[in-house]
């Protein structure tokens, strides 16, 4: 199910979690990588998409925050995604070949991985 972009403002109005404000911080970054980028409620927390989604908000990692970035809902086998995006800054951890997790430890850590998750978000929706 899939609630409108509205309904994500609605979501942090109400979102008790200790990292609010960098969940806020990485919208914002993940909003900004690309002028097509929408959002929306589903899976019960922020998604963001292009033609398919490719990113869901972490909010029940033990630890910090995190994004869980994939490719569409439904899984993709062949991608050559795994082996060809380039991350410089180590920050995705690969579940399978059509997903994987950013970790961040706070707002501060949003701030200074900024530019090295916007290339790694650049380069995944160009697979979608």
Do not use: C
Request: charged share 25%.
């Amino acid at each position: 199910m899939t609630k409108p972009a509205s309904d994500v403002d609605a979501f942090f109005a109400t979102l008790d979690h200790p990292h609010t404000d960098a969940f806020r911080a990485l919208r914002r970054v993940i909003l900004e990588a690309d002028p097509r980028i929408t959002e929306s409620i589903k899976w019960h927390v922020p998604s963001f998409q292009t033609t398919e989604y490719f990113a869901t908000f972490h909010v029940r990692t033990k630890k910090g925050l995190g994004v869980i970035l994939h490719f569409g809902a439904k899984k993709r086998a062949g991608l050559a995604a795994r082996a060809e995006i380039k991350d410089e800054a180590s920050l995705l951890a690969w579940l399978a070949d059509d997903r994987a997790v950013v970790a961040f430890a706070d707002a501060n850590d949003v701030q200074a991985k900024q530019a090295a998750f916007t290339a790694i978000l650049q380069q995944w929706i160009a697979y979608l």
